[in-house]
């Protein structure tokens, strides 16, 4: 065997004597690859359909030429505009009835269409003269056609008898977006000769001035670089990759505590290695190199559990982007080969990070050095105050940001410096408590529980951090979505005022529904209701037409409002604009809006502000009849009812059998009630699994420390021990030891929780989804956490405990024949 | 020489399939023609109609090359081509559903640069299109248009304009002659089977005009060719490119000449000699010969830059030289090289050369 094959099979000797250790490095290393790259395949799966999604939405990643009053523009324009130099390509859009669900239908150009827009790759692989030439194709993506239960080529009618061109599976495409080409787009939505909209590509050449060709009638819209989407979406990914962080973090603290007791324990062979005539640089070396196999096996591992973690989760984080953000995910994983080389990549660094300090120490190593025991109190004092002076500092940088900040990024750099600090601080805060507690007693093993304890600290102040952090996330995240879900129940109350919705097929069979109901003697109200797509200062929002009826004036909840607000609605002048829209264009009671509508531009005065909790799009409500008059064009197939509660499922049925509805246009109350409450739990399903991984692998921290302490501290339970204090007791001291410092720890945690709670109530949700909820604490919750702290500590404590009760008093007397 | 533009708009078609995904059996000039109008000799011309488009054939194109200089002698070359081609046989549709489409190149040359821009657009709702009388041929911003009162047998006076990112250029055309109908009364043959298209051709131009490159205006006077063709299957099968010279001779006389490669490694050559008041005289293909004598690399692509070409019966013995060896229309996949050329020997001048399938 060559040297280096000795020098290995020594260290690694240490390994097969502790197999405990090795299994805790690897659990630490694998808990940390598997968190973050679990995460980073969720982020990465969203990121990949935002593009898709991006390719046939052609919006925001080119420049846009939009009209400056009214929502279509005549086709000419475009004409003279591509005459006039200008690089522009039209595009029609609107929405499709097939089979009682809506589409979003594009109508592209593809000869004109910039490349940059990115659908020309999706649309460049069907064949150009069946796309353009009637009767063309319809591109869909595959979920839609599995959704629309058609094989490719067929022909779907949509709900006003038209047929549409024959279905082509474009995989690329975004689902529930149909591609036609321009001409056929204008047919099959009755809108001849017109366009939504231009997208602009790059110039090839002079262009004369907008104005010259266009006069006033339109507006450009600078590209983004990125989609609306990937916008819209950057607080959740924020989110998930916060999370992913920390617990990488909190399985680095386990891989930390475990290389340094591996290093501490192996210190005697390290010297004798280098007595033997091993250089400093070729140990350091195979250290390193063992690590480097360890991080990589691990990271495997690690690898094929983050993907395990990923496809678990995966369907809700679908559901969540979808509810939230109107974003389709599919579901189904895919992963790119940077995955898999970024996770193990993570895992080698985060594993030697982690062994740093160790690493240091072993390079450093003096031949003749012996085992000095240190003088701990010292070094513990400077060690904390240095760590207080850290605390200090990031709080007050916390702060800082807290009130210069003022975006989402801030938020969240508030929330991590809030966490670092109070992870910093928490030593110290251990020790203080700690020696109140010293102080208080006068028994002398009493006396000597709380120095043992506070001994302990910096062993075990790793774990506890971990436990601390993972204990205020959760207090803090548990309490924002506890607040949201109480919130967003009582919202919904009022806001599903009505007994029953319906979406009818068409006007006409919206006009008999209407008929026939009016002949029914339960139905104590018909609610038309309407919705128009419009755009305002660049983006696109959503208006809503409601009926003026009691219901909404009883029911609908207003966060601000001005005096007699629903009465005001009447005249058509005055509307109420969502929480979001609000926020984001700064409005207040008594400012003017300008939507564009077909007809012109239609000033509204803002005399309410409504919380709109879940809407991706900003919303304005109106009257209904004020809607129709400046929307003329949109169904009107949308009503509420208002029906006597014992009669709801016989005229359900009667509407059934009647008109042939569905569950996709017929609903009552109840059904949708759960429904939405369904898609808000999905929401904050990811955050709580995530939260809950988290929360374990902090539990793994204490056990690993617990374990690794064990052996460490025989010498200070052995003259103890020989004293006459029995095993039992020794253990149970011991047990009531971990225990009493992990409740200070969880008690610590509740503040810091509630700390970040608000921070993620007050500033991130605001800047992320545009709300604003009431904060609340929930007692019960917090007390349930601390609970599960304090099973999970005593699952860690357990263990040593027990062993240490069990043990051959043969071990305990070694340890005085030990020079250590 | 009807090849050369056929060939010209096959490549570009090419090009534009894999933009577009036009299907390249639609591309590929040399493919069937079924449901389109064929060509026939025979064929009576009328003016100013056939200046406008022939929707019943496949392929068509309007195509000005010009020799220009400057105050200072400096040459120059400009091109200006539209090309249209149907994507389906039948009566055109109306709107969105025409199935025409247009495409336009757009070149200046210099002896130390080459600038070139490319264009593509449907017909039927106005961004591109040609009518025969007025006369006006457009895609985009780019225009060919007849102007005081034009004389449509001469197809003259014209205005003529494109631009690119970073040129541009605005001339107008004058002739004193007639336009010149090439091959068999306006029959091309392209090959020795059937292949064959409407070809004519006005050589006589006299352009002066404003050239802009680099945002730098210079007036430059010169010379113009215009040709016009159209068919449905121009190139057989085994034919994959060819060399087409337009030359302007100082006597005041036109060649026009091509040779069209084949796969089996021979060559198809025609030649037109247009004398200085427009009589046309055919060339037999024996009567021409064409020779490479220097090369030009272009990327992985070797390119007969510098050309001997004998014509025997006129006493032609010259060597051409490209103004800019580099006259490369780098149009994505479907490249070609489209520049001026001088020449000198038994008769001196200039000239357009064009060369695909390389």
């Not at chain 1, 080119?62 to 475009?78: C, E, H, K, N, Y």
Request: hydrophobic residues 50%.
């Amino acid at each position: 065997m060559t040297g280096v094959g000795w020098i290995l099979t020594v260290l690694l000797s240490h390994w097969r004597r502790h197999p405990m250790q090795l299994a805790t490095l690897l659990i630490g290393l694998i808990s940390a690859t598997a968190l973050w790259s679990g995460v980073q395949a969720l982020n990465q799966q969203a990121r990949t359909s935002y593009d898709r999604a991006a390719a046939t939405f052609g919006g925001a990643r080119v420049p846009m030429l939009v009209a400056r009053r009214g929502t279509s523009l005549p086709q000419q324009i475009f004409v003279d505009l591509r005459r006039a130099g200008w690089p522009v390509s039209p595009m029609l859009e609107g929405r499709l009835q097939i089979g009682g669900r809506s589409y979003r239908l594009l109508g592209i150009e593809p000869i004109t269409l910039p490349v940059e827009v990115g659908a020309a790759a999706a649309i460049g692989k069907t064949d150009l003269q069946s796309f353009i030439i009637p009767p063309g194709q319809t591109l869909v993506a595959p979920e839609t056609l599995s959704e629309l239960d058609l094989p490719e080529g067929a022909t779907p009618e949509a709900s006003d008898g038209t047929r549409l061109p024959p279905l082509r599976k474009v995989p690329q495409m975004a689902p529930g977006v149909l591609v036609v080409d321009i001409g056929i787009a204008q047919n099959l939505l009755h809108r001849p000769n017109e366009i939504s909209r231009l997208l602009v590509g790059k110039a090839k050449g002079p262009q004369a001035r907008l104005e010259s060709v266009a006069g006033d009638r339109l507006r450009l819209v600078p590209a983004d670089s990125e989609t609306d989407l990937e916008r819209l979406t950057d607080s959740f990914h924020l989110n998930l990759t916060a999370f992913g962080l920390l617990s990488f973090f909190v399985g680095l603290f386990i891989v930390n505590s475990a290389v340094g007791l591996a290093f501490e324990q192996r210190l005697p062979m390290l010297r004798t290695l280098r007595a033997c005539g091993v250089s400093a640089r070729k140990l350091n070396v195979m250290l390193v190199l063992e690590l480097v196999t360890l991080a990589l096996l691990a990271g495997l591992i690690g690898l094929v559990f983050g993907y395990l973690i990923a496809a678990a989760l995966l369907p809700d984080v679908a559901a969540s982007l979808r509810g939230l953000y109107g974003a389709e995910i599919p579901g189904e994983l895919t992963l790119k080969p940077q995955w898999w080389f970024a996770g193990l990549a993570i895992s080698v660094i985060g594993a030697l990070v982690a062994a740093t300090a160790s690493l240091l120490k072993a390079m450093r190593l003096s031949v003749l050095a012996i085992a000095q025991p240190q003088a701990w109190k010292q070094a513990q004092r400077r060690w904390l105050l240095l760590q207080a002076a850290g605390a200090a500092a990031v709080f007050a940088a916390a702060a800082l940001l807290f009130w210069f900040g003022a975006s989402l990024l801030s938020g969240f750099a508030v929330l991590a410096a809030l966490l670092l600090g109070a992870a910093l601080i928490l030593p110290a805060m251990l020790e203080m408590v700690l020696s109140l507690g010293q102080r208080s007693t006068r028994q002398a093993l009493a006396t000597w529980f709380w120095a043992d304890s506070r001994q302990q600290l910096s062993g075990l102040s790793v774990a506890l951090r971990a436990l601390f952090l993972a204990l205020a996330v959760n207090v803090g995240v548990g309490t924002m979505v506890e607040t949201f879900s109480h919130t967003f129940a009582s919202w919904l109350d009022g806001r599903l005022a009505a007994d029953v919705y319906i979406n009818a097929a068409d006007n006409t069979q919206a006009d008999d529904i209407k008929a026939w109901l009016r002949l029914r003697p339960e139905v104590q109200a018909i609610l038309p209701n309407a919705r128009a797509e419009t755009q305002l200062d660049g983006a696109p929002i959503e208006i809503v037409g409601l009926a003026d009826h009691s219901t909404y004036r009883d029911h609908w909840a207003l966060l601000q409002s001005v005096a007699n607000a629903w009465a005001r609605l009447r005249p058509g002048e005055a509307g109420f604009v969502s929480e979001q829209l609000a926020r984001r264009l700064n409005l207040k009671l008594g400012d003017r809006i300008e939507l564009p509508a077909p007809g012109g531009i239609w000033t509204l005065e803002v005399v309410g502000i409504y919380a709109d909790y879940g809407n991706p799009k900003g919303e304005v409500t109106v009257n209904i009849a004020a809607l129709l008059r400046h929307f003329p064009a949109i169904p009107q197939t949308r009503m509420g009812l208002r029906v006597a509660p014992a009669q709801i499922p016989a005229l359900m049925t009667a509407l059934q059998t009647r008109y042939g509805l569905n569950g996709r246009n017929l609903v009552d109350q109840a059904t949708l009630k759960a429904d939405l409450m369904g898609i808000f739990n999905r929401t904050f399903a990811v955050t709580a699994a995530l939260n809950a991984f988290t929360l374990g692998v902090a539990g793994i921290a204490l056990l690993t420390s617990l374990l690794t302490l064990a052996n460490s501290r025989l010498p200070q339970l052995a003259p103890l021990w020989a004293i006459g204090i029995t095993r039992r007791h020794l253990a149970s001291i011991e047990l009531l030891k971990t225990m009493s410092v992990a409740l200070i720890t969880t008690l610590l945690a509740l503040p810091l929780g509630l700390c970040v709670a608000w921070c993620l109530i007050a500033i991130v949700n605001v800047k992320a989804f545009g709300w604003r909820l009431p904060f609340a604490v929930f007692p019960l919750q917090l007390m349930e956490l601390v609970a599960v702290a304090m099973l999970a500590a005593l699952a860690a404590a357990l263990v040593p405990a027990i062993k240490l009760a069990r043990m051959q008093p043969a071990s305990l007397i070694k340890i005085f024949a030990d020079e250590r | 020489m009807i090849s050369r533009r056929t060939f010209t708009a096959a490549a570009l078609a090419l090009g534009f399939g894999q933009r577009c995904a036009l299907a390249q059996s639609y591309a590929g000039m040399n493919s069937s023609a079924e449901g389109f109008a064929t060509v026939v000799p025979g064929r009576l011309f009328s003016f100013p109609a056939d200046l406008g488009p022939h929707p019943d054939y496949r392929i068509e194109w309007w195509y000005v090359t010009a020799n220009l200089t400057d105050a200072t002698g400096k040459a120059y070359g400009s091109q200006w081509t539209l090309f249209r081609l149907a994507l389906k046989p039948g009566a055109p549709q109306q709107g969105w559903a025409y199935q025409q489409i247009w495409m336009g190149h757009a070149a200046v040359t210099r002896a130390d640069l080459h600038r070139f821009s490319a264009t593509f657009a449907r017909g039927g709702v106005g961004q591109a299109g040609v009518d025969a009388n007025p006369f006006h041929a457009w895609i985009d911003s780019w225009d060919m248009r007849g102007i005081d009162g034009m004389d449509a047998m001469k197809i003259a006076p014209l205005a003529l304009s494109a631009s690119g990112k970073d040129f541009s250029y605005a001339l107008r055309l004058d002739a004193d002659h007639a336009l010149v109908l090439q091959g068999d009364a306006g029959y091309s043959r392209k090959s020795e089977h059937e292949q064959a298209s409407y070809y004519y051709s006005q050589p006589f131009f006299k352009a002066a005009g404003r050239l802009t490159i680099d945002d730098k205006p210079v007036e430059v006077t010169g010379l113009a060719w215009m040709d016009r063709e159209w068919s449905s299957q121009p190139l057989a099968p085994d034919q994959s490119g060819w060399d087409w010279l337009a030359l302007h001779l100082k006597t005041g006389e036109k060649l026009m000449l091509y040779r069209i490669r084949q796969t089996d490694g021979r060559n198809y050559r025609t030649g037109n000699w247009i004398s200085a008041d427009g009589k046309p005289q055919q060339i037999p293909p024996a009567g021409i010969r064409m020779t490479p004598t220097a090369t030009t690399e272009i990327g992985t692509r070797k390119l007969p830059t510098t050309w001997r070409i004998e014509i025997p019966a006129h006493g032609m013995a010259i060597e051409c030289t490209a103004l800019n060896a580099k006259s490369w229309m780098g149009i994505r996949s479907s490249p070609y090289w489209e520049g001026p050329i001088n020449f000198s020997g038994s008769h001196a001048g200039v000239g357009y050369l064009e060369m695909t399938g390389y």
